[in-house]
């Protein structure tokens, strides 16, 4: 059995390496990739100048990437309306305002940026990345037990009453979800919606984990793009999108539905391939769980689900 567990493990750690690095290779992933990579490096001159004293002169490898990645992109023809090149044309604005500010701008970097920005962006109209001040006064008047209701108040439910939800109040809870960190701002999450009218084709996938997904109305199933991560960060994109699934939880309770978070194989196993393709999920997403959603019945019992002690969670290491 052990033998049996280990090959088969070995067979889709395999195939998992096969998929990204086809991913990473095949021109038809190269839009994703390139907005993957202009977010990545566009962040790092945000975390810099978000830093308490920037350093003067930082970044100007960073800078000449970015501006070589979007002279590429739009030679490729790819769409100069994504919000990695929104993001890019704030970010090489105030990077350049700030390197200015401090007698350290590269001339030619300066011309090339000048070029590549439009107007709306020189002239301050528009402000779609670098940094932002927060006040601390404006972040901490945060009622606690508010927060503590919304917290302790979500259960994971596995019984919903039969009415329908609007596509707007899933829309709600996940724009609130989008607020979820994710590595470098890269947001892999994806969410297809699915209608109670598809139960038998998800039913037979969620087989064995649930028992009851016949009672939910909407199912959602959570992927996260793979293409946003090279082989060096595998599987970084589960720990992002685990991180959404969790913001969107509490985001769905916030919004009056109930949801039960339903786990699969993480693999590219046969049934993830034939669900992924019955619904037009792209290989380079990966599915990492579905929720089943509804409105709460009057009443219902959820397991009690006792939680540890906080003592036995946290470890103070000397
Ligand atoms: C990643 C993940 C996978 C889960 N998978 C299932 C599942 O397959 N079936 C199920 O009934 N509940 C599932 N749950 C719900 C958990 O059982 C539940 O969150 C846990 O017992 C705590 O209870 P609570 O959510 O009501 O606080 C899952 C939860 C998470 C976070």
């Known amino acids: 059995?052990?033998?049996?567990?280990?090959?088969?493990?070995?067979?889709?750690?395999y195939k998992q390496v096969q998929l990204i690095r086809e991913i990473w290779m095949n021109k038809a992933y190269k839009e994703r990739r390139m907005?993957?990579?202009?977010i990545l490096s566009c962040h790092s001159i945000e975390k810099g100048l978000s830093l308490k004293k920037p350093r003067p002169g930082f970044g100007k490898q960073k800078i000449d990437k970015i501006l070589s990645l979007i002279e590429e992109y739009q030679r490729c023809g790819y769409d100069m309306?994504?919000?990695?090149?929104k993001m890019a044309f704030s970010v090489l604005?105030?990077?350049?305002?700030?390197?200015?500010g401090v007698g350290e701008i590269d001339t030619f970097q300066k011309?090339?940026?000048?070029k590549i920005i439009p107007q709306e962006y020189l002239n301050n109209s528009v402000k779609t990345g670098g940094t932002q001040q927060i006040k601390k006064k404006d972040i901490t008047q945060i009622d606690k037990k508010e927060f503590e209701r919304l917290i302790t108040t979500r259960y994971s439910v596995r019984n919903f009453i039969d009415e329908e939800i609007s596509l707007d109040d899933i829309k709600e809870a996940v724009k609130f979800a989008l607020q979820a960190p994710s590595a470098c701002n890269r947001q892999p999450s994806r969410v297809y919606v699915i209608d109670k009218s598809q139960r038998d084709i998800i039913s037979q996938y969620l087989n064995g984990v649930g028992g009851f997904e016949d009672s939910?109305?909407?199912y959602l199933i959570i992927t996260s793009d793979i293409s946003a991560y090279p082989l060096s960060e595998k599987n970084q994109w589960i720990v992002s999108t685990g991180i959404f699934v969790g913001f969107l939880s509490l985001a769905l309770h916030a919004c009056g539905l109930g949801a039960c978070i339903l786990q699969r194989e993480l693999y590219t196993t046969k049934e993830n391939q034939s669900i992924a393709k019955y619904f037009n999920i792209p290989k380079e997403e990966q599915i990492i769980c579905v929720i089943c959603i509804g409105k709460y019945p009057e009443t219902f019992n959820v397991p009690i689900s006792i939680r540890y002690d906080v003592e036995d969670i946290v470890k103070v290491v000397k």
């Open 93 to 100: 604005k105030e990077y350049m305002a700030y390197q200015q």
């Open 111 to 114: 011309s090339e940026i000048k």
């Open 35 to 38: 907005t993957s990579q202009i």
């Open 216 to 218: 939910a109305q909407k």
């Open 1 to 13: 059995m052990y033998l049996k567990d280990f090959l088969l493990t070995l067979r889709q750690e």
């Open 81 to 85: 309306n994504h919000i990695s090149i």
